[in-house]
């Protein structure tokens, strides 16, 4: 199992560029989320999805879309790019009834918009 | 809303020292809390959550719901132990992790 797998691993993207953060599980997990990283904040959730089909909005969801047509696939699109979405961003994945049990989060996107 | 403080951002200790990484929660229903550690250039994984009330290399953690925290300890700090600690909360039904500050532990050999 690969387990939790993200690209790319960093992103240069100047102000009002588009672009799609890649997010894909191999362990059939229904529960799927991203969060960013920023120095002195912690992580704070984007968004997240319950299942193929269910996407929800988390504490800081503004800039940023999701879609789930598939189990293994979460991509995050920020449609553009803003200085203050330079983070780095993680995806992490659960079955859906083992969610307090833990997640199983990727190795991370660093993410600089210029 | 639920909230979670971590007061320090960086704790540094001498090795064999004891170590405990502050949590406090807030929330109006019964929590499920847990802490989470990130090495360097390793990925965020699960260290222990609450429910289990298990020893996870060497560390603990008591939930003090009067008190409203949930304090990570260990009575001997190791090297290894230098990380990054994150503690989280997760509601009743909700599928939403929340995520304190973070406090980077030191550990001075």
């Known amino acids: 199992n690969a387990g939790v797998t993200q690209t790319p691993k960093f992103q240069v993207l100047k102000t009002g560029q588009s672009m799609t953060l890649q997010c894909a599980q191999d362990m059939n997990h229904e529960y799927m989320s991203w969060y960013r990283q920023d120095p002195g904040m912690g992580l704070r959730l984007i968004h997240y999805?319950?299942?193929?089909?269910?996407?929800d909005q988390g504490e800081v969801p503004n800039g940023y879309n999701v879609s789930r047509s598939t189990t293994e696939d979460f991509p995050l699109r920020l449609l553009s790019a803003a200085p203050s979405q330079t983070s780095v961003y993680f995806c992490a994945s659960s079955s859906r009834d083992r969610f307090r049990d833990e997640q199983f989060f990727g190795p991370g996107t660093r993410l600089t918009v210029l | 809303a639920q909230r979670v403080t971590q007061p320090e951002k960086l704790l540094s200790v001498f090795k064999g020292a004891p170590v405990e990484l502050k949590c406090n929660y807030s929330?109006?229903?019964?929590?499920?809390l847990f802490w989470y550690v990130q090495y360097s250039r390793q990925r965020l994984q699960l260290l222990l959550r609450h429910i289990s009330r298990e020893s996870i290399k060497g560390f603990t953690a008591d939930l003090n719901k009067g008190e409203t925290s949930f304090h990570l300890k260990k009575p001997f700090a190791q090297e290894e132990d230098s990380a990054m600690y994150y503690c989280?909360?997760?509601?009743?039904?909700?599928?939403?992790?929340?995520f304190g500050k973070g406090t980077k532990l030191s550990v001075i050999p």
């Open positions: 999805s319950v299942g193929a089909g269910i996407t």
């Open positions: 989280a909360l997760s509601g009743a039904g909700s599928y939403q992790l929340t």
């Open positions: 929330y109006s229903g019964s929590p499920e």
